[in-house]
């Protein structure tokens, strides 16, 4: 009689169709707007390495002065034209009248050149790159002007910054159709496999994509507004972040739903039992990455910051997604949802089993590990201990100190290989000059300190219109003073973006202090060098907040002290481990020269924020199960029924990340390898053996200082003084 009044239990209407219907056109309504906006994030994206350094960095403050000296919005192009043989009198004639067509393009201010290398195989043009033309629309002229222009039988290349920024530009090109491509495929694949079924991964896709599409309206609307900076990183980091989310969230609501419809026969009776189990997890594990991410507002450089609030933005909708348009959908669907392996009614002596061990009704895999975990609790945490100590022995051999620019890009670049052409036969950092700001009463001495350092090859004084003083018939002999500042041109030996021409730097910035102490050193190079020292700074700020802020969220989520730290601790260790294998791939697989001193700050900040998230799917079930049946059933239970959905996350955000390799930028191939792999790790040996393993092990204790851990654990008829749980020995079966 029972079954059949629950088969016959009439819901409003509202609350059966008019609330599903509401909630789905809405999301419609956000995806058709936010979906066109997609291909617009470039208009409000920069790439720019300077525009993200912080305000105090000394390069920044070098630019700002550079600013009351020229346009500073100029970036240059250096143009390098090759032969095997010393140019001839006449080709030599020839280039001279290219200075003119260059000029012709109006890209920007005076043109250089064109300036003979010492061998006379080469020559090299200086062309000033200003804002009135995107950069990589400016270089591509540029290239196409050269070509057509250049002798016979020469090679022609458009390099120094504006050339490698944009091949950088050309090489983030497939953020906005190839990655999520890629991502969404992987995706779309795997939940066949999980599900078998047709219907169920185009609704958790569409969960994602509808999700991802408000995430964009809502980046593009603090970009547009300048509250962030937007850069090709962040905008592929968004994607791959909101897809692998809103997916693993939506497959902890659809787990619920499933075993749901065992219990009855009413659709929106199901969703509603669904949301009520999974709203805590799902909500927890959202502000922990949300909060996670923010955390990365307190870095000092700016396209940290920018990224914290751009990908939080995105976990939001993928939370808000998760919880309101996917139950929409199963609401209306229902059993249909699952077609043609709908879930089917359990009789009602099967839907609460009565627990003694925890593994009653299960079968197969989670069993055995479940069985595994109860014999051997001691002996399994101990080995996955041992086991990810070893591998974090790895992060001896990191080398997260920056790279060369033009080692960034992962395929054929132009601009790379005229940096090479520029080395052989020039002053390697030509066009790309240290920039030294000084006051003008110890300019002289300030010059003569910088042309004694052993890494410049020249440097010279600069005149009204940016001309240098040379000391030749004609040149002009006053400088340019602002504010009773000079600036000096210090070309390198060095190419700008090696590491060689770093230590030139900090050799300068140190000898020129000595004589004018308000000197600042600037250009090229040392924005990059500011760059890898503050994100060196933020790995050790960023760290501990994100730790204390994941900490208390658990503690709130677990009514609990001890599991909370053991979770964040395995977590921690789980990242070393990650970022050990990590460094040996890059180093003896990969043949990278090293890793952008930003990738372990966004590996921790990833790794940790959405491992700890598959810790909450996992304790927040055993919390559950142990308020019914007792700690130690509780955990077996809450490992075997969440094991499958977890993994299938695990897996589905692995190759989510897996797919920021496609994109041929060096930081982000490393980032998706070490995120995947760490997704892998945390997914199939922490979750999976060494948190139930210790939490078996400890047993109710665990819980403390709750009421749980104080309560009496287990079921059935064993025996147990008070306050002591049993361990159960489980059976294989």
């Not at 995806?31 to 960095?57: C, I, K, M």
């Not at 100029?74 to 090759?82: A, T």
Request: hydrophobic share 50%.
């Amino acid at each position: 009689m029972k079954r059949t009044k629950v088969a016959k239990e009439r819901v409003p209407f509202w609350l059966r169709w008019l609330i599903p219907v509401v909630l789905v056109v809405t999301w419609l309504g956000l995806a058709g707007v936010g979906g066109p906006t997609f291909g617009r994030l470039s208009e409000v994206s920069s790439n720019d390495q300077a525009s993200f350094l912080p305000a105090s960095a000394e390069a920044t403050e070098a630019q700002d002065w550079q600013a009351k000296f020229r346009d500073s919005n100029e970036v240059p192009g250096i143009i390098v034209i090759e032969n095997t043989t010393a140019f001839t009198p006449a080709q030599l004639g020839e280039l001279a009248s290219l200075k003119t067509s260059l000029e012709g393009l109006k890209l920007g201010s005076t043109v250089i050149g064109p300036i003979p290398s010492k061998d006379a195989k080469a020559v090299q043009f200086v062309v000033p790159v200003g804002s009135a033309k995107e950069i990589k629309d400016a270089v591509k002229e540029l290239r196409a002007t050269v070509s057509a222009a250049a002798p016979a039988g020469t090679q022609t290349f458009v390099t120094g910054p504006a050339g490698l920024a944009a091949d950088l530009t050309a090489a983030f090109g497939g953020i906005d159709g190839i990655l999520l491509l890629v991502a969404l495929s992987a995706v779309f694949v795997i939940l066949l496999i999980v599900y078998r079924s047709l219907l169920l991964p185009i609704m958790v896709l569409l969960t994602s994509v509808f999700a991802l599409c408000a995430a964009i309206l809502l980046v593009f609307g603090m970009a547009k507004a300048g509250w962030i900076q937007l850069n090709g990183q962040s905008q592929g980091i968004l994607s791959i972040l909101v897809i692998g989310a809103a997916t693993d969230y939506a497959l902890l609501f659809v787990a619920r739903f499933r075993e749901a419809l065992t219990h009855t026969t009413n659709r929106t009776a199901a969703v509603l039992t669904a949301w009520k189990a999974s709203f805590e997890p799902i909500l927890a594990s959202g502000a922990t990455v949300i909060i996670a991410l923010l955390c990365l507002l307190f870095s000092d450089l700016n396209s940290n910051k920018a990224l914290g609030p751009v990908a939080a933005a995105g976990i939001l909708c993928a939370l808000f997604a998760a919880l309101t348009l996917l139950p929409a959908l199963m609401a209306l669907l229902g059993r249909a949802a699952f077609w043609p392996f709908r879930p089917k009614l359990l009789p009602a002596d099967q839907r609460e089993p009565e627990l003694v061990t925890g593994l009653e009704g299960q079968k197969g895999l989670w069993r055995a590990t479940g069985s595994l975990v109860s014999r051997r609790p001691r002996t399994v945490w101990v080995a996955s201990v041992l086991l990810l100590l070893v591998a974090a022995s790895g992060l001896l051999q990191l080398k997260a100190n920056g790279v060369p620019q033009t080692d960034v890009i992962l395929t054929a670049s132009n601009a790379v290989d005229g940096q090479d052409a520029l080395a052989r036969h020039f002053n390697a950092g030509s066009g790309s000059p240290a920039v030294v700001v000084a006051d003008q009463a110890k300019a002289a001495e300030v010059l003569d300190r910088v042309k004694a350092d052993g890494g410049v090859g020249e440097a010279y004084l600069l005149a009204p219109g940016s001309v240098p003083i040379t000391g030749a018939p004609g040149a002009p002999s006053t400088p340019d003073v602002r504010e009773g500042k000079v600036l000096i041109n210090a070309t390198l030996n060095y190419a700008a973006d090696s590491l060689q021409a770093e230590e030139t730097i900090k050799a300068l910035r140190s000898e020129v202090k000595a004589v004018d102490p308000g000197a600042l050193v600037g250009g090229v190079t040392a924005t990059a060098l500011d760059t890898n020292t503050t994100a060196q700074r933020d790995l050790l700020v960023i760290i501990p907040v994100v730790l204390v802020v994941i900490l208390f969220i658990l503690m709130l989520l677990l009514r609990s002290i001890v599991a909370p730290v053991l979770l964040v601790l395995s977590v921690v260790l789980s990242y070393a481990a990650a970022l050990g294998v990590s460094a040996f791939v890059f180093n003896n697989i990969f043949g990278f020269p090293g890793a952008d001193a930003t990738v372990p700050l966004f590996g921790f900040v990833f790794l940790v924020a959405l491992g700890v998230d598959y810790n909450i799917f996992l304790m927040s079930r055993v919390r559950e199960e142990s308020l019914k049946h007792g700690t130690r059933p509780g955990i077996l239970r809450g490992l075997v029924v969440t094991g499958g959905v977890i993994t299938s996350a695990g897996v589905v955000l692995a190759a989510t990340f897996a797919a920021l390799g496609v994109i041929p930028i060096m930081f982000l191939v490393q980032l998706a390898f070490i995120v995947a792999f760490g997704v892998l790790l945390d997914t199939v040996l922490v979750r999976s053996l060494l948190v139930p393993a210790l939490a078996y092990d400890i047993g109710s204790k665990i819980w403390w200082p709750g009421k749980l851990a104080r309560a009496q654990s287990g079921t059935g008829t064993q025996s147990r003084e008070p306050g002591v749980e049993p361990r159960t020995e489980v059976p294989t079966r």
